[in-house]
């Protein structure tokens, strides 16, 4: 029988509130597929306009919006791996859980150095009384409007993706993808502690 575990996830009410969504997943969910769309998915990702820290160790694309918290404690955790060498993370930004995400998206993918502002608006990360709050200021409505082809395009990999692994119509950050040989890996939520393992044994 397979096992049943509870992600906590973010994702965009219809209010524009950011809510924390309980999802029940089979362990399959987050196991590996090896079906010939996985593999076009992989690749399609390589387009994205994605953010890489590191230059060493297995690649792994992490879907985020700015004002994500569990978002933000997985760029936490990966710090050590990037840092050491062991992993090469491709941040794939995405801006729809509160009316400043698309702006401080924006920001970050248009600055002169994306890494640099990426990082500025995770060590300024802060739980605000309005809610969860990146560092980084929203971007100019020019800027935004410059960046938005890009940010539709990132979403639109990820509700697909979603929709797919979940049956769901919600769309919700984190997601984690990472391949092991011909495996595609999926994580959608906070990984749990057998999940990381494997993650950081992949590379």
């Known amino acids: 029988m397979t096992p049943m575990r509870h992600l906590l996830r973010w994702t965009r009410s219809s209010t524009w509130g950011m809510v924390i969504s309980a999802v029940t997943l089979g362990a399959a969910h987050a196991a590996p597929a090896a079906a010939d769309h996985d593999l076009r998915y992989w690749q399609a990702l390589g387009h994205t306009h994605y953010i890489q820290e590191g230059s060493k160790g297995a690649v792994i694309y992490d879907f985020i919006d700015p004002n994500c918290p569990y978002c933000h404690q997985i760029y936490t955790w990966l710090r050590n791996p990037i840092d050491n060498g062991g992993l090469r993370v491709r941040f794939i ?27 500025k608006n995770e060590v300024q990360f802060s739980m605000q009384r309005s809610g969860p709050q990146g560092g980084i ?42 391949r092991q040989g011909n495996t595609i890996h999926y994580l959608s939520g906070l990984p749990d502690n057998a ?8 590379s």
């Open 137 to 178: 200021a929203p971007a100019s409505p020019q800027h935004v409007k410059k960046m938005r082809g890009v940010l539709h395009f990132n979403k639109s990999l990820l509700e697909g993706k979603e929709f797919q692994l979940e049956g769901a119509p919600a769309v919700s950050v984190p997601l984690l993808v990472y």
């Open 195 to 202: 999940q990381w393992k494997a993650l950081l044994d992949a």
């Open 93 to 119: 930004i995405v801006g729809f859980l509160t009316p400043s995400s698309e702006g401080k998206a924006a920001a970050i993918l248009s600055a002169a150095d994306p890494v640099q502002a990426l990082q």
